[in-house]
Nanobody, 121 residues
Framework: QVQLAESGGGLVQAGGSLRLSCAAS?????MGWFRQTPGKEREFVAT????????YYTDSVKGRFTISRDNTKNTLYLQMNSLKPEDTAVYYC?????????????????WGQGTQVTVSS
């Protein structure tokens, strides 16, 4: 397992942008972003394959969020544009056991501590 540390969260107005980063302590397979709000289960947001060649998003963020990675820096990113109040959540990055991108939380065995994103209306 690797250690993961997210950064880049904060408070932004609706329509604004934020870029989340996730620094890994070593090389990783596929990676993903998940989010959670109080009282709700953690939900999948986006995933990227080990080489960055394949990405997949949950429907609610398609066209607004972009997941990317820089394997030379062992860093994962999530560019979030056109943010909405319903995007407010704690965002977690995770590293999967698989090379292929995956939306299943059970495929991930390393998780970061999370970073808060708050979008005001």
């Amino acid at each position: 397992q690797v250690q993961l540390a997210e950064s880049g969260g904060g408070l932004v107005q609706a329509g604004g942008s934020l870029r989340l980063s996730c620094a890994a302590s070593g090389r990783t397979n596929a990676m993903g972003w998940f989010r959670q709000t109080p009282g709700k289960e953690r939900e999948f947001v986006a995933t990227i394959s080990w080489d960055g060649g394949h990405t997949y998003y949950t429907d609610s963020v398609k066209g607004r969020f972009t997941i990317s990675r820089d394997n030379t820096k062992n860093t994962l990113y999530l560019q979030m544009n056109s943010l909405k109040p319903e995007d407010t959540a704690v965002y977690y990055c995770a590293a999967a056991r698989t090379f292929a991108s995956t939306s299943r939380g059970s495929d991930y065995d390393s998780w970061g501590q999370g970073t808060q994103v708050t979008v005001s209306s």
